[in-house]
């Protein structure tokens, strides 16, 4: 049984390297990416599972995984559902997880370009998640929904986890469709072969334990897009709701 495994890696907050104060506000924030990371990566799963069903393979379907109740996949990915993001977060401030979803190798033999839509419905959902997540930041800030709370003068909680559900989501589309092993861009490429082509690529990303490299290179693609998020960040908060930049991320 082979998997499709997602890994998500964001910066959470602008906390220091050291061991944080554990303060409420850095549990709040923590509990809003948290509940960020958890449903993303439901639906990811949820979305390779049920493209797969549709494509006749019904090995994730049957555990349970065309759902978007978190249980069938936390209790797949125990560790990278739950254990290692919350560790991630109280050590680093960051929040790292993965997960997966099973499919029958031998389907994936039989239908190359059907696995290849599998692969790429994961990134599909996060991406649909994210302009879901811009849409109602702009229709917030347009109508006066999402103004600064009156009491802290920061801007206020339905903004915040619209952004975080913007740019978590942003960032597990854009590092799973890299097309490195094992990462759902490696697979999704098939869908613009031929049969034969396919056939003889799956021999070579089958039969060769690349998966670590993937990995490596895909994690500093990662951490290099998280820099550049921090800058453009503050223009895309401005883009959004056409006020000054100021107003919104001070």
Same mark, same amino acid.
């Given at each position: ?61 049957? /555990? ?10 936390? #209790? %797949?990915? @125990? ?6 993001? =919350? ?9 790292? /997880? ?10 994936? #033999? %039989?239908? @190359? ?6 692969? =790429? ?10 302009i879901l997540a811009v849409i109602g930041l702009r229709v917030g800030m347009s109508t006066g929904l999402l103004g600064r709370d009156p009491a802290t003068g920061r801007p206020g909680i339905t903004f915040v986890v ?17 097309p490195v092993p094992p990462l759902d861009g490696s697979t999704g490429i098939m869908i613009f072969m031929s049969e034969s082509t396919a056939q003889r690529y799956l021999n070579w990303l089958r039969g060769n334990s ?41």
């Amino acid at each position: 049984m082979e998997v499709t495994p997602p890994l998500a890696i964001a910066r959470v907050s602008n906390y220091s390297s050291a061991m944080p104060d554990i303060t409420p506000e850095f549990l709040l924030y923590g509990f809003i990416w948290y509940v960020a990371f958890l449903f993303s990566t439901t639906c990811h799963e949820a979305a390779h599972a049920f493209v797969a069903k549709r494509g006749g393979d019904e090995t994730a379907f049957k /555990g349970g995984q065309v759902s978007l109740n978190p249980i069938p996949h936390i #209790r %797949r990915e @125990p560790f990278g559902m739950v254990l290692i993001p =919350l560790l991630s977060y109280f050590i680093n401030q960051s929040m790292i /997880g993965w997960a997966s979803a099973p499919f029958d190798p031998a389907w994936e #033999r %039989r239908y @190359p370009r059907r696995a290849g839509w599998m692969a =790429l419905a994961g990134p599909a959902a996060n991406f649909t998640l994210m302009i879901l997540a811009v849409i109602g930041l702009r229709v917030g800030m347009s109508t006066g929904l999402l103004g600064r709370d009156p009491a802290t003068g920061r801007p206020g909680i339905t903004f915040v986890v619209l952004l975080v559900f913007f740019s978590l989501n942003l960032l597990l589309g854009t590092f799973n469709l890299l097309p490195v092993p094992p990462l759902d861009g490696s697979t999704g490429i098939m869908i613009f072969m031929s049969e034969s082509t396919a056939q003889r690529y799956l021999n070579w990303l089958r039969g060769n334990s690349y998966a670590m490299l993937g990995l490596l290179v895909g994690l500093l693609f990662l951490t290099r897009c998280i820099d550049i998020s921090r800058h453009l960040l503050p223009t895309f908060c401005f883009v959004v709701t056409s006020k000054s930049i100021s107003t919104i991320s001070s």
